[in-house]
């Protein structure tokens, strides 16, 4: 069946540097998803993918999406406190699959 | 902003004890999920709807039962709470193409003792 792997499970920065979680799936996608929870709420959609290659902004945050639409990256730069979370992906083909998600703290 | 209600959002109780977590939206989706998850780790899925009375069991094997006899509510029952079944349990929805993102609830926080 298909599976999501996410790396990496943890990540800490400094506040200031660059962020980067990674999504690989087992098999093709369809479209591919991400979400983010704050420590203490719940997951908040962020963003979807659908095209081959695909590339979408969102002021700090970058989303790629792979050629083959077997991977995709969420990439923050110059990250800030407010970005503390942790960040999933989901893999939608005949079903949706979550990755274990990346969880990322800051130090001010 | 919250269309995806749970209660209660917190929950302390007895070991054996029957309890029912309750779920509703009111954006009128399809499809409604349950997740189990361990504050800020991985979400498992344990049940899922596709539409009223039509419920089926998740990734991760659960001995709670879920029903779905209204569209906008997705009541999950638990009928003798153990200690393992401490955690977060969060109910999501989605309309019913494959693509639309989850809505989900603020969650429950269970302990059992």
């Known amino acids: 069946g298909q599976q999501v792997m996410q790396i990496p499970q943890y990540q800490h920065v400094q506040e200031g540097e660059d962020f980067t979680t990674y999504c690989n799936s087992s098999?093709?996608?369809?479209?591919i998803q991400w979400y983010k929870q704050r420590p203490g709420g719940h997951p908040v959609f962020l963003i979807q993918?659908?095209?081959?290659?695909e590339v979408k902004k969102q002021k700090r945050l970058t989303f790629q999406f792979g050629e083959a639409k077997k991977n995709s990256s969420l990439h923050i730069t110059a990250t800030q406190t407010t970005d503390v979370g942790t960040y999933f992906c989901?893999?939608?083909?005949?079903?949706?699959?979550f990755g274990a998600g990346t969880r990322l703290t800051v130090k001010p | 902003e919250a269309d995806i209600y749970q209660t209660p959002r917190y929950l302390v109780i007895g070991t054996g004890k029957k309890i029912t977590l309750e779920c509703s939206q009111t954006?009128?989706?399809?499809?409604m999920y349950w997740y189990q998850q361990d504050p800020g780790m991985e979400l498992h899925l344990i049940h899922y709807?596709?539409?009223?009375?039509?419920?089926e069991k998740g990734d991760l094997s659960s001995e709670s039962t879920v029903s779905r006899i209204r569209t906008e509510h997705f009541p999950l029952t638990l009928e003798s709470a153990r200690p393992s079944h401490t955690s977060q349990y969060l109910c999501?929805?989605?309309?019913?193409?494959?693509?639309?993102?989850?809505?989900f609830g603020n969650g429950t926080r269970l302990t059992v003792t």
């Open positions: 999501a929805s989605s309309p019913h193409d494959r693509s639309s993102p989850l809505h």
């Open positions: 098999t093709t996608l369809s479209n």
């Open positions: 993918l659908v095209k081959s290659g």
């Open positions: 989901a893999g939608i083909n005949n079903d949706m699959r």
């Open positions: 954006m009128g989706h399809d499809k």
């Open positions: 709807s596709y539409g009223v009375n039509s419920t």
